[in-house]
């Protein structure tokens, strides 16, 4: 989050990808900071995930990343 938003506040687009579990806490952060970057939220948890399951979840997510960093 704190990287995303000193990238925008540098003109630099960003968008975060965090697992879906953290929506709240990261619109919580958001509110603290002040500003509110573009995000992504993936299914939890992420750690566990084989190889393949990462690419799928990649594959479910690049066009709301797309999204996100163009709007």
């Not at 990238?7 to 879906?20: D, I, K, Q, T």
């Not at 919580?28 to 939220?41: E, I, T």
Request: glycine share 4%.
């Amino acid at each position: 989050m704190h990287d995303s938003v000193d990238f925008e506040r540098r003109g630099v687009p960003a968008v975060f990808v965090s697992s879906a579990v953290f929506d709240e806490a990261a619109q919580q952060q958001g509110d603290a900071l002040g500003f509110q970057p573009q995000r992504v939220f993936v299914e939890h948890p992420i750690q566990d995930r084989t190889d393949d399951e990462i690419r799928q979840l990649a594959d479910r997510a690049v066009d709301s990343l797309i999204a996100a960093i163009t709007a």
